[in-house]
């Protein structure tokens, strides 16, 4: 099942993806379930906006894939390597990154995005997917000289605009038969099976809740394959996940 967040007729709302149409829901899913309306709503009439904005955190695995590790000139960590994205670097489909004045060089990650739908505390490996809502589609944008240089991430990671989500989220997603692949400006820098991920789903969701209670709606971004690299103001970056969907931004400068 694919559940949107949308704008229509000034309202937000969300709904449930039937074809060309939304099947509006009466409230936010994760807190109040799957009642509809009855009314349906075409897509067409619709702006999609990131499909959850997390209560807490955004919580984000680093060097997740061997080769991503090895391109960023490091060994691939033996735990789940963890940082935090501020809730206010989230934007939706078709917004843009804002490139800040700080940084010189900002670098794009696409990955796999997980959506807590319960409190998890504690979770072992084995219960995970009982907490886990759905799945949709991120990218960390990166202040890569500024990361580099403060030397912890969370500045470079955590500017505004720096986590688009979207387009939907999809709840009934099998990971081990996706493949993520980024476009730059319409060409492929980054495609891989999710399979290579070193930590598994079930693995981060209990790493992280072992850290520090997981909230619904909060979001785990699950690292990013081999291939990353600059962008500018003007290129327009394409994430997609078979059997979630394609998110697409644009870039400008602040």
Same mark, same amino acid.
């Given at each position: &099942?694919?559940?949107? $967040?949308?704008?229509?007729?000034?309202?937000?709302?969300?709904? *449930?993806?039937?074809?060309?149409?939304?099947?509006?829901?009466?409230?936010?899913?994760?807190?109040?379930?799957?009642?509809?309306?009855?009314?349906?709503? #075409?897509?067409?009439?619709?702006?999609?906006?990131? #499909?959850?904005?997390?209560?807490?955190?955004?919580?984000?695995?680093?060097?997740?894939? $061997?080769?991503?590790?090895?391109? &960023?000139?490091?060994?691939?960590?033996?735990?789940?390597?963890?940082?935090?994205?501020?809730?206010?670097?989230?934007?939706?489909?078709?917004?843009?990154?804002?490139?800040?004045?700080?940084?010189?060089?900002?670098?794009?990650?696409?990955?796999?995005?997980?959506?807590?739908?319960?409190?998890?505390?504690?979770?072992?490996?084995?219960?995970?997917?009982?907490?886990?809502?759905?799945?949709?589609?991120?990218?960390?944008?990166?202040?890569?000289?500024?990361?580099?240089?403060?030397?912890?991430?969370?500045?470079?990671?955590?500017?505004?605009?720096?986590?688009? /989500?979207?387009?939907?989220?999809?709840?009934?997603?099998?990971?081990?038969?996706?493949? /993520?692949?980024?476009? /730059?400006?319409?060409?492929?820098?980054?495609?891989?099976?999710?399979?290579? &991920?070193?930590?598994?789903?079930?693995?981060?969701?209990?790493?992280?809740?072992?850290?520090?209670?997981? /909230?619904?709606?909060?979001?785990?971004?699950?690292?990013?394959?081999?291939?990353?690299?600059?962008?500018?103001?003007?290129?327009?970056?394409?994430?997609?996940?078979?059997? *979630?969907?394609?998110? $697409?931004?644009?870039? $400008?400068?602040?």
């Amino acid at each position: &099942m694919k559940i949107a $967040r949308f704008s229509h007729r000034d309202a937000i709302r969300y709904g *449930i993806v039937d074809d060309d149409e939304l099947v509006e829901l009466s409230g936010d899913p994760i807190f109040a379930g799957l009642e509809t309306t009855g009314q349906r709503i #075409p897509l067409a009439d619709v702006a999609l906006l990131a #499909p959850v904005i997390p209560r807490s955190k955004v919580v984000c695995v680093g060097k997740n894939y $061997r080769a991503h590790a090895e391109e &960023m000139g490091g060994e691939a960590p033996e735990a789940p390597l963890l940082f935090l994205k501020p809730n206010t670097s989230v934007i939706g489909p078709g917004d843009a990154i804002v490139r800040p004045p700080q940084s010189e060089r900002t670098e794009y990650e696409g990955e796999l995005a997980v959506v807590i739908g319960r409190i998890a505390k504690n979770v072992a490996a084995e219960q995970a997917s009982e907490y886990v809502f759905g799945y949709t589609v991120a990218i960390d944008a990166t202040a890569r000289d500024i990361q580099y240089a403060d030397g912890q991430w969370t500045r470079g990671k955590g500017f505004d605009t720096f986590c688009p /989500l979207g387009p939907v989220i999809e709840t009934e997603f099998d990971v081990a038969a996706g493949r /993520l692949t980024t476009r /730059l400006n319409g060409e492929v820098r980054q495609d891989a099976p999710l399979t290579e &991920m070193i930590h598994s789903v079930p693995d981060i969701v209990a790493y992280a809740s072992s850290a520090f209670t997981l /909230l619904p709606g909060d979001v785990i971004l699950t690292g990013t394959p081999a291939g990353v690299g600059p962008f500018v103001a003007g290129d327009a970056l394409e994430v997609e996940v078979s059997g *979630i969907g394609t998110l $697409r931004v644009g870039v $400008r400068d602040a």
